[in-house]
């Protein structure tokens, strides 16, 4: 695993500025953070948790957490991957605390159907962005995301959904480059695969129970039970 805070370098950044007004005793300054930083907080803690209640408290808490030891920060990274870091622990604490038969960790070996890659990757065709209107097809990658193993998951909603780079995503997580590399191919490749069938489905099915191409119903939403 390599080093968790990854040296800044360069000028004093805004973010860091309001640190270290923050660990001055500065309440505001740190009320900013709050500010910046809180909505994108919650996405990623309600992707992880799937429940708004648990992911306000992931929210509070966090803060709480970040604000109780902001003297530890020791400003080698972003304040915001650190924050996350803090965010995700808690996150996955709350499944662990609601599914205390299985041990939900981002260290274990995540195991796809057959432990290796979609050997096909489902053709769109038609094109769903000629379907499905955009809020459309946010409900429907929602929906599906919220269907990968947290493992997967986590890695792709910080990545992907929330823009951190590779490196800042294996210092959110406390996880090596190649895992958080590998972990973010496997989560694209199975997002594709069961986005892919769900078209095919609604495909196969329009028209014969007289639902539209574009309607969304509740049993028709991919699976969002996690299970491979």
Do not use: C
């Not at 500065?26 to 900013?32: K, L, P, T, V, W």
């Not at 648990?54 to 020791?74: C, I, P, S, W």
């Amino acid at each position: 695993m390599g080093a968790i805070q990854n040296k800044v370098v360069g000028p004093v950044s805004e973010e860091l500025t309001l640190v270290q007004a923050a660990k001055r005793g500065d309440d505001s300054a740190f009320e900013e953070l709050v500010r910046r930083y809180d909505r994108n907080v919650f996405r990623i803690a309600q992707h992880i948790t799937q429940n708004r209640e648990d992911a306000e408290d992931v929210v509070q808490e966090a803060f709480l957490k970040a604000y109780g030891n902001l003297k530890q920060f020791q400003e080698q990274s972003k304040f915001y991957t650190w924050l996350v870091r803090i965010a995700v622990n808690e996150a996955l604490m709350k499944l662990r605390r609601r599914k205390p038969e299985r041990t939900v960790s981002l260290d274990e070996d995540i195991k796809t159907e057959d432990d290796s890659l979609p050997r096909e990757i489902a053709d769109w065709s038609p094109n769903p962005e000629q379907q499905y209107t955009q809020a459309e097809l946010r409900e429907i990658l929602s929906k599906t995301i919220q269907g990968l193993p947290p493992g997967f998951r986590t890695v792709f909603v910080l990545r992907d959904v929330e823009g951190l780079s590779t490196e800042e995503t294996a210092a959110a997580l406390e996880l090596s480059v190649p895992a958080v590399k590998s972990r973010l191919l496997r989560a694209r490749l199975q997002l594709r695969e069961r986005l892919g069938r769900y078209f095919q489905r609604r495909e196969s099915g329009n028209g014969k129970d007289g639902t539209k191409s574009g309607e969304v119903k509740t049993g028709d939403a991919p699976s969002g039970d996690g299970k491979q």
